[in-house]
């Protein structure tokens, strides 16, 4: 399997991980690192094993079903860093009823013996809609 190939099935591993609700299947996926960082949409960094997974406990607890589909993906490989940038269109459904939401990703994946690790996931929420362009400057 090429680096592409098996930095995009660790991208997808991350999204399955979400999608199964299950923190071990996310745990599986991070680096077990002190430098790793998580940015959810519309939260503060987190850095650190701890407060990531912490994070993460209580999202996956806090719903009973998110799916992603997936658009435009965008892989850049540096040795043994990959960045990938993906756009999210999630439908979860929780207490409060179902949610859809558009949240463009950027996943940092670094090399560590045999497989690619997440050390940074950051999600920032899109609310322009797709065709809108950026002010200028």
Known sequence: ?????????????????????????????????????CIHPGWRKLSGWGPIMSSWERILDNVFEMKFELGE??????GDLAIVVVEESLTQRGYDGTERSNVLATNVFERAGNGWFMVMHHGSPVLAPPDDEPPLQ
Do not use: G
């Open 1 to 37: 399997m090429s680096d592409r190939e098996s930095v995009l099935a660790a991208n997808r591993a991350f999204y399955d991980a979400f999608e199964s609700l299950d923190a071990e299947k996310m745990e599986a996926v991070w680096l077990r690192d002190p430098r790793i960082i």
């Open 73 to 78: 993906i965008e892989v850049t490989i540096s």
